[in-house]
C-alpha cells in the first residue's frame, strides 16, 4: 500500500500540521496558544531550529529556516525530506493517519518534504503474520494551488515507482525468480502504459545470448529478458535513451561460491538495478515525460548447480565477442555484456546501466553515493551529476583510463571476466564498454542498493537508488 498525496484547502481540525518558519516570521496568526507560543519561543532562544508541539489532539512540527540562505538549493531541499522522515516517524509513534504541510511552505520544499516523509513512511511487512507496527499514516496534504497539484501527482507517481523498486528489491528469490520477476514487470508496465515484450529461454537461445545463458546454466529456472519502452509522440529525442538493469534474482556466486553468513545474505538486491530502471520508466510514462525511453533487463539467478558454468570456461557472448570466465561470481557483466550489445540496435543517444556490480565499488564509498564511469561527453556526465545532485542519489565518478583495459586482457579469449586486485569497479566498467559503441555511463549502486540499518528517509534494506536519478535526468532532458 502506497501513502496518498494530495492537496487541500487547508488544514483540517485536529490534523497534525508543518510549519517552515524563519525566526524572524510572528508566530500569532498561525492557531497557536499563547502557552504554546511561550513554548516555541523558549525552544527558538535555546537555540533550537526544530521544535515539536505535542497538543494531545494533533503534533504541529515547526521547523526554522534561518540557516537555509547560505546552503545550496541541493542542500536545503535534502534537509526538508530530512525533516521528512523526522515527522514521518513522529506521526506513525503517535499514531496519526494525515498530515498538512502548511500553505506558506515554499513548493520546492513542499515537495521534498512530502517525498521525505512519503519514502520514510515505506514499510515491506508481506511476510509478517502480525501486522500490528504497520504504520498508521496514510495521507499526506498540501496547500491547493493549480502548480502544486501537478506536482503533487508527479510526486505521487514518482514515490510509488521507488516503493515498487524497494519491494522487488526486498522480495527474497523464493518468491521472485527470473519468470516472476519479468510477469511483474510486464504487470507494471501494463498499468503504466508501457510496451514490454518478455523473451523466453527459447528466444534468448535464439538469439544467442551467450552472457545471459552461461549464467543461467547452474539454474534450474529460465532466464528471461524484458524490453519496456516508453515512445511518446512529442518526444523531444530522435534518438532513445536506452536504460539497462542487472536482474540477478539472486547471486550465491555460482560455482566460485560465496561465503556464508555476510556476502551472500543479502543478494537478493542483485536485482536492484533492473528494479531501478524498471520503476523508472514506468514513472517517466504515467508522468508522461516527452522523452523516448528504452529499458532492457536480463535475468536470471546465479547458482552453482549441476550443469553450472566453470571458472576456465570461454563464454561466446551475444555479439561474438569471447569471454575467459575466470570467477562465476563475476556474473553481472556477462549478462550485462550481452544487453549492452544488444542496446547497439536501437542506435542511442545514450545508454545508462544500473548494476549492483561490485564488492570494490561499495568497499571505495560506502553506501552514500553511486560510483558511475563511462564515454558520455561532458554536458551529459554534468546534467547526470545535477540530477545527483538534486535527488541526493550522488555520483562520483571514477577515473576510466584504458590502462585498466588492460587488466582484463586474456590469452585464450578477447578478454577475461575477471581484473586484478586493484580498481575491481573500474575493470568491471571496462568489461562492459567493450560491448558499447554509443556515448555510455555506467552506475554500480552495489554500495546504496541495500543498507542493513536504516538511514534517514532511505529506509532499510532496499533503497529504489535510481529511480528518482533517473527520472530527474530524464524531466531535465525533456524540458
Ligand atoms: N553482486 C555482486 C556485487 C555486490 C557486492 C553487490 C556487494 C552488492 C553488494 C557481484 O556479482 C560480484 O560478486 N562481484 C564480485 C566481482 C569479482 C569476483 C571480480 C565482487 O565484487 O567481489
Ligand atoms: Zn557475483
Ligand atoms: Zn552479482
Redesign the pocket.
Known amino acids: 500500500m502506497s501513502i496518498q498525496i494530495i492537496t487541500q484547502a487547508k488544514a483540517e481540525l485536529s490534523q497534525s500540521e508543518v510549519f517552515i518558519l524563519s525566526k524572524k516570521d510572528k508566530l500569532a496568526n498561525l492557531g497557536f496558544t499563547k502557552t504554546e507560543i511561550d513554548y516555541i519561543q523558549k525552544k527558538e532562544k535555546a537555540g533550537e531550529n526544530y521544535v515539536l508541539l505535542n497538543q494531545l489532539n494533533k503534533l504541529s512540527f515547526i521547523q526554522f529556516n534561518d540557516t537555509w540562505a547560505k546552503k545550496s538549493n541541493a542542500a536545503v531541499l535534502e534537509e526538508c525530506r530530512i525533516l521528512g522522515h523526522k515527522v514521518c516517524i513522529a506521526l506513525n509513534a503517535h499514531q496519526y493517519n494525515s498530515v498538512f504541510l502548511n500553505a506558506k511552505i515554499e513548493l520546492p520544499h513542499s515537495i521534498a518534504l512530502a517525498e521525505g516523509i512519503a519514502l520514510s513512511n515505506y514499510q515491506f511487512l508481506k511476510y509478517k503474520s502480525d501486522k500490528k507496527n504497520a504504520h498508521s499514516l496514510q495521507k499526506i496534504a498540501l496547500h491547493n494551488e493549480a502548480k502544486t497539484k501537478k506536482e503533487v501527482a508527479e510526486l505521487q507517481i514518482l514515490v510509488n515507482a521507488v516503493y515498487h523498486a524497494r519491494t522487488w528489491v526486498n522480495e527474497p528469490q523464493s518468491y521472485l525468480d527470473a519468470v516472476v520477476f519479468a510477469k511483474e514487470i510486464k504487470l507494471l508496465a501494463i498499468k503504466s502504459g508501457l510496451k514490454c515484450e518478455v523473451l523466453n529461454k527459447k528466444q534468448i537461445e535464439a538469439l544467442k545470448m551467450g552472457g545471459l545463458l552461461a549464467v543461467n546454466k547452474g539454474s534450474k529456472t529460465p532466464p528471461t529478458f524484458s524490453i519496456l519502452e516508453h515512445k511518446p509522440k512529442n518526444a523531444k529525442n530522435k534518438k532513445p535513451l536506452v536504460l539497462v538493469g542487472k536482474g540477478?534474482v539472486y547471486?550465491t556466486?555460482g560455482l566460485?561460491l560465496?561465503p556464508t553468513p555476510n556476502?551472500m545474505d543479502?543478494?537478493k538486491?542483485?536485482m536492484a538495478g533492473a528494479a531501478a530502471v524498471v520503476a523508472a520508466i514506468s514513472a517517466i510514462s504515467l508522468a508522461k515525460l516527452p522523452y523516448h525511453v528504452i529499458a532492457l533487463v536480463p535475468s536470471t539467478d546465479n547458482r552453482p548447480g549441476e550443469n553450472a558454468y566453470t571458472p576456465g570456461d570461454v563464454v561466446t557472448m551475444y555479439d561474438g565477442q569471447t569471454v575467459e570466465v575466470l570467477?562465476t561470481?563475476?556474473?553481472?557483466r556477462m549478462l550485462l555484456g550481452d544487453a549492452l550489445a544488444y542496446a547497439k540496435k536501437y542506435q542511442p543517444s545514450l545508454v545508462l546501466d544500473f548494476a549492483?556490480?561490485?564488492?570494490?565499488a561499495?568497499a571505495a564509498i560506502g553506501s552514500f553515493g553511486t560510483v558511475c564511469m563511462g564515454t558520455a561527453d561532458e554536458k551529459t556526465k554534468n546534467q547526470l551529476k545535477v540530477s545527483g545532485e538534486n535527488t541526493h542519489e550522488r555520483l562520483v565518478e571514477f577515473p576510466f583510463w584504458d590502462d585498466y583495459a588492460k587488466l582484463i586482457h586474456s590469452d585464450l579469449a578477447d578478454m577475461k571476466n575477471?581484473?586484478g586486485p586493484v580498481g575491481?569497479a573500474i575493470t568491471?566498467g571496462k568489461f562492459l564498454e567493450k560491448f558499447t559503441d554509443y556515448p555510455w555511463m555506467h552506475f554500480d549502486i552495489?554500495g546504496p542498493?541495500?543498507l542493513n540499518s536504516a538511514d534517514q528517509y532511505r529506509g532499510k534494506h532496499g533503497t529504489g537508488v535510481g529511480v528518482r536519478l533517473i527520472f530527474d535526468f530524464v524531466k531535465q532532458l525533456s524540458k
Open positions: 540477478v547471486d556466486g566460485s560465496k556476502s543479502t543478494m538486491c542483485d570467477n561470481d563475476a556474473e553481472g549492483t556490480l561490485t564488492g570494490a561499495a575477471i581484473g575491481g568491471a552495489a542498493a541495500f
